[in-house]
Nanobody, 125 residues
């Protein structure tokens, strides 16, 4: 079992930056692949970025490539999402997720077994 708590969301102007953090409880954090998803009002929850248990594999969706970076610190049981050059279309609730498939970075919701409660990111134009 792992519990996930996101932080770092907020209101930012277009072109600005935010860093989201996801703190995990449990001794086995380092064995999980981790990911960030987001859900905008009226839309499906979508994959943003993922990272394998060692950090050696990362993957992000095309719309955020070159702007967002996912990383993790297993010593701190934390995964991060650095978001730069934010756009109004990035506005959403951002969710942290953990997968038991430790070395596989999936992009489907059903590949992730634990979820946080989410943190709101709002980008104003």
């Amino acid at each position: 079992q792992v519990q996930l708590v996101e932080s770092g969301g907020g209101l930012v102007q277009s072109g600005g930056s935010l860093r989201l953090s996801c703190a995990a409880s449990g001794r086995t954090f380092s064995s999980y692949a981790m990911a960030w998803f987001r859900q905008a009002p009226g839309k499906e929850r979508e994959f943003v970025a993922g990272i394998s248990w060692t950090g050696g594999k990362t993957h992000c969706t095309d719309s955020v490539k070159g702007r967002f970076t996912i990383s993790r610190d297993n010593a701190k049981n934390t995964v991060y999402l650095q978001m730069n050059s934010l756009k109004p279309e990035d506005t959403a609730v951002y969710y942290c997720a953990a997968s038991l498939y430790s070395d596989y970075v999936g992009n489907r919701k059903d590949e992730y077994h634990y979820w946080g409660q989410g943190t709101q990111v709002t980008v104003s134009s």
